[in-house]
């Protein structure tokens, strides 16, 4: 991967004014939620590719197509774990209930997406169950309810015009669930051979992109704030081990920033880096990622690859490079010894040092299920120890060490209320 250009000295304190096209992010993060393996890869991508399809048959709007190919994009983010999307794929989770029910908890907090939570919620609701919703809104869900059905039916290792009349047959058997206006809507979409080859098509991310909904919507930094928090809860929740990690990490990074003199969009910026920073663990199997014992050589280097993937998401989305380098490098050491790009000093910028430090911080001195978190005295020592093996930027770590009692607080403040949440809506429906 082709890296920007850095400066140490590069000025936090002076932006542009902040935009993010949705449309870009949106695609983006959707990647990453099916990084988890090469049989899922695009997987939300191709099944709300069919949804624009089935909704351009249907007459829909604007806005009922924007919410619907949003839904589609994102449908799977109540899935927490790898093994549980992968499972969801082979058909293997016979109670597809509890993850549309994480995925509207997860959705339903971000400001404007309450009928977006609540497609994701019924995509997998037989239609005689669907009494809660309207009936343009079933229509909807049960367009998405198809269009899943139909990407996971896809053997991937077929050519896909061989297999088009089989996957269409497996549709008409499924009239017990799926309306048959929805069922008709396929039909008329699938006698398309372009309607499959661009299924499949490895440009489809780009095609989207320059021709399909949602375009010409930005985001302003309030709401790239609000997807950054709605990562990060799918990235922490994933286990009690790591419920609140990123919650400290994103709260520890803006206060050192802060302490540092950095502007109110500087530390804004920061917290949506340190709510992103572990956005690549999204590809991590929980089984090497809970472990409880040391890890061996082939596993560490599995999980060696999660700030590239981090990296390799954000910086996809225009106007995010600066989070992206900040998000990403909090492995990288000042000598160069880092993962997995090894970044020296003068490439690593001061926001990428400051998450570094908030990082080791944070997964020192939060408490864990089976520790209580490190006292002051124990936390600096390790920090310190670092600094002088090269790691971690000296001038940054006497901030943290002025400002500790201080740091400390809003990291909690941060991870209790990170806590509360998961403990009450989240923690119920993963055991």
Partial sequence: MILPKTEHNRVLTMYKPFSVDYLNLLLSFS?????????????????????????KAAGLDSK??????????????????PEDKIDLHRVEVYDTEKHCILGKKLLGPVPGFERIAGIVRHHHTPYPKLVPLSRKDALLAQILNLADNIERAIDRTRFILHQSDDISNLVGGLSEAILPEAIDLFLKVSVREDFWLDVVSQRIYGYLLNSGPCRHRVLDLQQVRDFSRLFRNMIDYRSHFTATHSAGVSASAVALAGFMGKSEIGCSLMEIAGDLHDLGKLAIPNSILMKPDRLTPEEYAIVKQHTYF???VLISIEGM????????????????????????????NLGSRIMAVADILTALAEERPYRAGLPQDKVMGVIRKQVGSGALDGGVV??????????????????????????????????
């Fill in 64 to 81: 009922d197509t924007d919410d619907l190919f949003t839904a589609a994009l994102i449908h799977d983010i109540g899935a927490l774990s």
């Fill in 31 to 55: 990647d990453a939620v099916d990084l988890a393996s090469t049989r899922l890869s695009q997987h939300q991508i191709r099944t709300a590719f069919i949804c624009w399809e089935m909704g």
């Fill in 321 to 348: 490079q600066q989070i992206a380098e900040w998000a990403a490098f909090h492995h990288e050491r000042l000598d160069g010894d880092g993962y997995p790009f090894h970044l020296t000093g003068k490439e690593i």
């Fill in 398 to 431: 006497d901030a943290l060490e002025a400002d500790y009692r201080e740091i400390i607080a809003r990291m909690l403040k941060s991870q209790h209320e990170a806590h509360e949440y998961f403990v009450k809506e989240i923690q119920p429906l993963t055991v």
């Fill in 310 to 312: 981090t990296y390799s």
